[in-house]
């Protein structure tokens, strides 16, 4: 997936919804309206409608469904993208299938980002809302897991600067520690995200990490979201950590903007609907 990006941040944001439906247009338009201040929502039937659309102005956001009345949707994505000023849009699909397609790797470098349409539009409108108007989720500790203490030092700067708490850990092994005291009420911690690099010294790798979090302490996606962090470009390895349980993939080179909406959006979906209390 693309992963350069510029500051996306607007007063008044313009929205592109692409979808078939009318009905489902409008359901995402008034809940974008009404959740992000001063958008515009650019409503779109067809891949001709949004390439008309994109010729006549700039757009900060664009959503597409995959399957449309033209044809594919991606071809949004590779659209947006030749648009004159719009190489740097983000472009994210909104489908039923987008895990089925993530963990398949089967996106184009043109899309940005997915969203599973089954979290419904209230969840939809805090992901584009991350993007175009991010917002700090007040009194969220990330848990990070990063062997390199040059990037470690790097990357927390970025967390913090969204007034995250974050603790870093050097090995898999210290984080189960800690996760084990939070777990028996033994810590001053209490972990909503875990971060981790794929690949960790020591035994257990970023792997390791997301087997044993949702296996050995049981942890549903939305009770702990877990981010991982790789720069392997290999489709079946970045799929297997996606079936294994994580939420979402972080490529590197980390761009900060991304890496951004991405923690944001799991830690505002997993206060939704007391979402804590789920396995």
Known sequence: MAQELRHLISDAPRVMVVDGSKLVRKLIADVLKREVPGVEVIGCNSIAEARKALASGTVHLVTTALALPDGDGLEIARSVRQAAGQ???????VSGDAQQHLEERRFTEFVTDYFDKSLGHEALAAFI?????????????????EDSRVVAETTKRMLERQNLKVVHVLKAEDAFALLTAESLGLSTHRFDLVLT????????????????????FAYGKRRLPILVMTGDSNRDNQSELLQAGANDLVLKPIEE???????????????MDGARSLA
Do not use: N
């Open 87 to 93: 190489a740097y849009v983000p472009v994210i699909v």
């Open 129 to 145: 809302r991350g993007y175009v108007q991010p917002e700090p989720i007040e009194g969220a500790t990330v848990l990070y897991i």
């Open 197 to 216: 690099d794929v690949t960790l010294k020591g035994e257990l790798s970023g792997r390791d990490v997301v087997q044993r979090v949702r296996v050995d």
């Open 257 to 271: 903007r991304l890496l951004i909406t991405k923690v944001l959006f799991q830690l505002r979906l997993a206060r």
